[in-house]
DNA sequence: GTCTATATTCGGATAGAC
DNA sequence: GTCTATCCGAATATAGAC
């Protein structure tokens, strides 16, 4: 792996950890194993590294979970299968997580691979609930893009609580409450 | 209010916007008009104002949401009150938005509050549900734990969807999408 | 109780040698 | 490309006067 690569995988795993503002250059380029001018070369600054790091770490997510949503299976099946994928969950969502960071909010630069990634993820689960809903597994009752919200916002809300209560717990807890009441939705 | 008061309210507002690593004494200070004297006269540092700052908040959240779901009408208007209740979705939620910050994580006497507030809104919210079902307005199949988190996670994510689209339009569809899932589930 | 002065380390970067 | 030197201001306090 190249110096460059390095700065940027080092940067993905502090920004997951600690957010932008809670992440030096310094740290950045300790974890990387590089200097300063390293850094400096390579990078204009924190921010383009940074931007760098979540384009990264939002391609990997997204194309994921679009194989996951893609694949065999009922609309439900796979709903069920992305809510069910392996996570790390007391370490939360590398993307939605840096939503709460002031900095990233508030530098277009950074806040857009966030957006894009969320509204894209919200888009494609409202395809799945509306192919659901067409194949008579969900309610025509039941909104797709709203649906969807709620599906994503559990996941999202799911995390805040498995890290405040520093325990996966209620992060399970929500999964299969939503999955609950979609399943319990079903047409009869 | 005294000094001592606008220093908590001060860090309150700031924990709020920029969360703990992104807040300085300085900060706090200016937001305050107090001078550093003072500040370090009345807290033994940051860390202890922030916890005042977050004892504060939680309690008034607290008693706020239980006096909601204490009042009058059944479980399931009670929810939809609670989930409609006046937000500035926007800012997020000052609680949950804390899980976020690696500090606030790493401090227990500045993690213990949210644990806690985050813990109770879950079982107080379970109590509700459980007196849905007992009512008959809400499936005997459900969980009322696992509902309750689902019903939470869903404002804590909507936040983070409304925070990456800059729009409320996330947390309002997120919602709706919950409540029509719970209604639906409905027996009939 | 509040103020000003001082101290130490870190954050974020630039300059220029190799 | 990478390194070391250097810069300036901020972060987080402590000390002691008023």
Partial sequence: MSTKDRLIESTRALLWERGYVGTSPKAIQHAAG?????????????????????????????????????????????????????????RGCPIGGLTQDPEVMATPALREPVDQTLSWLRARLAQVVAE???????????????????????????????????SPQPFDQAVEGVLALLRSSAPR
């Fill in 34 to 90: 590089a200097g300063q001018g390293s850094m400096y070369h390579h990078f204009s600054g924190k921010e383009e590294l940074a931007r760098a790091a979540i384009d990264r770490t939002a391609e990997e997510m997204r194309a994921g979970i679009d194989a996951q949503l893609s694949g065999p299976g009922t609309a439900l099946e796979r709903i069920t299968a992305y809510l069910h994928r392996e996570r790390e969950v007391l």
């Fill in 132 to 166: 659901g809903i067409a194949a008579g597994e969900l309610s025509p009752a039941l909104d797709p893009a709203a649906t969807a919200s709620s599906v994503v916002a559990t996941l999202q809300g799911g995390y805040v609580l498995a890290r405040a209560a520093d």
